[in-house]
């Protein structure tokens, strides 16, 4: 029996499409009910439109700055689709203990930092100001406390010479269209946990020279 799926987004949608394009393998263990976005100019409602999936706007503006109000209207939304799992992909609200509370141990969440390093919001631009070497993603569980519920999975990348935020946006950006995915489906299976079954992946290998990479490893 596959589980029920919402995705909220504010935006491009991108990780809903990756989502979307996992679910229609017909062994998934999921299938996407509802695509939901708070902001109604979110690209990605008409991605989800186009594969006929049910993609509603509850606009947090019509609510006049009554958070608890817009949040039981998504709750109610969520509920009358018969939700069973929330993936937030770009969904830019804070959320108030009422809907995290509502779907405690039910919603996930993708990051695009290796967390606990950076989380909030402009990730990339801190991991190049940090001078890291690897950033990544990660999909959580969500919690009261942002982006620090427990870890499902990560992916690793190298922060390359040259790189900008927006093109170490792009490398993490391919990372995440993987592993949301393939956390999702461990997640809806009830096989994925914080520990240890978490997935795992180190993507796009160091540009080390082979050469220099055998001398490391021969015997002295
Ligand atoms: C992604 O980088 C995701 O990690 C973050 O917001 C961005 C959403 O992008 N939470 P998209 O809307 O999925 O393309």
């Not at 029996?1 to 491009?12: C, D, F, P, Q, Y």
């Not at 069973?84 to 969904?91: D, K, N």
């Not at 994925?192 to 015997?219: C, E, I, R």
Request: with cysteine.
């Amino acid at each position: 029996m596959k589980r029920r799926v919402a995705i909220l987004i504010s935006g491009r949608g991108s990780n809903m499409a990756a989502l979307l394009d996992a679910a229609s393998v017909p062994d998934f263990p999921a299938e996407i009910a509802l695509v939901l976005s708070n902001r109604p100019g979110a690209a990605g409602l008409e991605r989800a439109r186009a594969a006929r999936l049910p993609a509603v706007c509850i606009d947090h503006r019509d609510f006049n700055g009554d958070r608890a109000a817009h949040e039981a209207a998504i709750d109610q939304a969520l509920r009358t689709e018969g939700t069973e799992i929330v993936c937030l992909a770009g969904y830019m609200r804070l959320m108030t203990p009422f809907l995290v509370g509502a779907w405690r141990g039910r919603m996930l969440n993708i990051h695009p930092s290796l967390l606990p390093a950076f989380p909030g919001l402009d990730t990339h631009a801190r991991a190049l100001a940090a001078g890291v070497k690897l950033h990544g993603c990660t999909v959580h569980v969500v919690t009261e406390e942002m982006d620090a519920g427990p870890i499902l999975a990560q992916a690793a990348v190298p922060v390359l010479p040259g790189d900008t935020p927006d093109s170490l946006a792009a490398r993490v950006l391919c990372q995440e269209h993987m592993i949301y995915p393939a956390a999702l489906a461990a997640f809806a299976a009830g096989v994925a946990g914080p520990n240890p079954a978490a997935a795992a992946a180190l993507a796009n290998p160091l540009p080390w020279p082979v050469a220099h990479h055998k001398t490391l490893q021969d015997p002295i």
